[in-house]
């Protein structure tokens, strides 16, 4: 019997064994060369960018034309050229590749557009005397009684209390001039923070995907996502949101979220997209690359990647503007909402 | 259920019958002295060794570093089912790695931390003419574990949850031998993870989707070694140092892997310890 037992533990031992031996989970193992870490890029892009199929991109293809222009001889710099290039097809502000040299980056859904933006035209406005709340500029268009609320950037956090002494201190206006334009994003819970004090009902503002899979077309099916009332103040006037084509990612999902309520007219130009949530990732090289893994859609299920039309579509006539020293859209809105109000 | 994880199931639960048929046969045959052995051993271990971190949710690549470890492991007999002659482990690990990316330019920092307890049953003792006693011990347990690995470069995929519960199988084998009068314990345990549930995020799913927005359905999945292959060994000598204190001196090569949706991990970690053993003498059925 004891000869039995002692069979036995080379069974058992086996097991564990034989567990680990042929199941062992590794990386892929890329070399450092330009070959190795060309071919790493495109391998995140191809299974983990999330907009290949949407924008219509043949990344295959786009292997075929770019791995000719690599070779194992090539600098660092000619390198990332090429790569940077590559990247550019996929024509999307979230994706860059960092080095410690230079940034890649597309900048063309706002680099080709008029800026429709200037703080010397808005000084005109703002004044000297405004208030600042963590970033939220704001004042009283005296002569109007209008709210004026500039959001530059949805990076620095501003809490609920920030937003409501802002809107507290506009609480005689009959409405408000929200201007997020320029706003190039930040981070997705400030921005809905901000949208969070228009409503005082949940609703629908859209969904989110994921990729499910290294498929250009592996997605989850689409995920709701509603706006709740914020704790604090609600301003339920009317308001009119200002945008530019420098509106992008958190800003862009901020507008497709205000658009959803009644009271706000958007004003300005189309936003600059940017609904893939990123993600990062790396090569061997060390250059690191971000991308959008994550696509953000409206109530309609319609892709925001590539913008958000505004209600009313109005540019800033340069030079003429900075002549008269007035900012054609903040202009427009001041007009709307007294005609909206005047009753 | 996936037929490679029915195989699994079916092997695992073959193992404990195993050890339950031969433990039956033994009885007769092994002379048990129980006073050859302290009731209750106790052992707190601090360690150092290297990790070997990779996840794809994180990084394509690799990173290796360094681990500090903290051990504390108790074993004694059970006071249920004492015809059985079960022993009772629990173990707790504590981990904290920090490790660079093969370009230096990039960190990972993990934690983890898990509680095992196993129920031993011996399968073997032999008392050997010079004293010395060589034991065999297999039994089930079962495991908690939590952690995360964090990667100090990425936006918003930065960190990867490692929570999960599983069914263990484990093997023990220790070998008491004398040099002079002295007792010293030369013992190795591999433990591994045979049915579980784990924290399984899909494949490019963000945290902020998860945890922010809510959309949080199944987000666990089934593990058994098809999917966790993973395995715990423990290499350890007791060393009778000075009067009634003893060193135990330990190797652990530690593998942790885990390929749920196509999101594939590791953790190998090879780690040296040293602790303090302490043992309390217990009379039988107290």
Redesign the interface.
């Known amino acids: 019997m004891i000869m039995s037992i002692f069979r036995s533990i080379p069974l058992l031992f086996g097991l564990f064994f034989l567990v680990l031996l042929t199941s062992c989970i590794d990386e892929e193992d890329f070399q450092n060369s330009p070959t190795a870490n060309f071919e790493a890029l495109w391998k995140i892009v191809d299974e983990q960018y999330c907009f290949l199929d949407y924008k219509g991109i043949d990344w295959d293809s786009v292997h075929t034309v770019y791995s000719a222009k690599i070779t194992d001889k090539m600098d660092r710099y000619a390198l990332f050229d090429t790569l940077s290039n590559m990247l550019s097809t996929l024509k999307d502000g979230h994706v860059n590749l960092y080095s410690t040299h230079d940034m890649a980056r597309y900048w063309s859904w706002y680099e080709d557009y008029p800026t429709n933006f200037y703080e010397d035209l808005q000084r005109t406005y703002l004044g000297t005397d405004y208030r600042i709340a963590s970033g939220l500029k704001y004042t009283i268009l005296r002569t109007d009684s209008i709210g004026y609320l500039y959001c530059g950037s949805f990076s620095d956090g501003f809490s609920d209390d920030n937003i409501s002494e802002a809107l507290y201190y506009m609480r005689n206006c009959r409405g408000l001039i929200l201007d997020v334009r320029s706003n190039s994003g930040g981070v997705l819970t400030y921005a809905t923070r901000l949208a969070e004090h228009f409503t005082v009902e949940t609703l629908p503002v859209g969904y989110i995907q994921h990729k499910t899979g290294k498929g250009h077309s592996d997605f989850s099916e689409p995920y709701a996502v509603n706006l709740d009332p914020s704790k604090g103040i609600h301003w339920l006037r009317p308001v009119v949101l200002l945008t530019n084509r420098k509106c992008f990612s958190a800003t862009n999902w901020f507008v497709n979220c205000m658009q959803q309520l009644p009271q706000v007219i958007t004003v300005g130009d189309r936003t600059g997209g940017g609904s893939g949530l990123p993600f990062s990732s790396e090569l061997p090289n060390g250059w690191y690359v971000r991308f959008s893994a994550s696509p953000m859609l409206n109530p309609k299920k319609e892709q925001l990647e590539l913008g958000i039309d505004p209600n009313v579509r109005i540019d800033i006539p340069i030079p003429e503007a900075f002549a008269t020293k007035r900012d054609a859209m903040i202009d427009y809105a001041d007009s709307v909402l007294l005609k909206l109000t005047k009753d | 259920m996936e037929l490679k994880m029915k195989v699994w199931v079916g092997?695992f639960f073959l193992?404990i019958g195993?050890?339950s048929v031969?433990l039956h046969?033994?009885e007769k045959?092994v002379v048990e002295d129980s006073l050859t052995w302290r009731d209750i051993t106790r052992c707190t271990s601090f360690g150092i060794g290297s990790a070997n971190l990779?996840d794809?949710y994180l990084?394509?690549?690799?990173y290796t570093g360094t681990e500090y470890s903290l051990q504390r492991e108790s074993q004694h007999p059970t006071r249920f089912l004492s015809a059985w002659k079960l022993t009772q482990q629990t173990l707790f690990q504590g981990h904290f790695s920090y490790a660079d990316?093969?370009?230096?330019?990039?960190t990972d920092m993990a934690f983890h931390a898990q509680l095992e307890y196993i129920l031993y049953r011996t399968?073997?003792t032999?008392h050997f003419r010079n004293g010395n006693t060589l034991m065999?011990q297999?039994g089930p347990g079962l495991q908690g574990q939590g952690g995360m690995i964090y990667?100090l470069?990425?936006?918003?995929?930065?960190v990867a949850v490692k929570v999960g519960g599983d069914l263990l199988?484990s093997?023990q084998l220790a070998y008491h031998f004398y040099v002079g009068k002295k007792p010293f314990l030369l013992r190795y345990q591999?433990t591994?993870p045979f049915i579980g549930v784990h924290f399984a995020p899909?494949?490019?799913?963000?945290y902020?989707?998860m945890f922010?927005?809510g959309?949080d359905e199944d987000l666990t999945r089934v593990t058994y070694?098809?999917n966790q292959?993973?395995?715990y060994q423990h290499f350890s000598l007791d060393i009778p140092v000075w009067r009634g204190g003893t060193l135990r001196a330990s190797y652990i090569w530690d593998?942790k892997?885990?390929?749920l949706?196509?999101l594939?991990?590791?953790s190998w970690s090879n780690r040296f310890m040293l602790g303090f053993v302490h043992q309390f003498y217990r009379k039988p059925n107290r």
């Open positions: 092997v193992s195993l050890s031969d046969a033994q045959l990779y794809s990084s394509p690549q690799d990316n093969r370009s230096e330019k990039n399968l073997l032999t065999l297999v990667n470069a990425n936006g918003n995929n930065p199988a093997v591999a591994a899909h494949y490019g799913a963000s902020y989707e922010s927005l959309n070694p098809g292959p993973s395995l593998v892997q885990t390929d949706n196509e594939r991990y590791h």
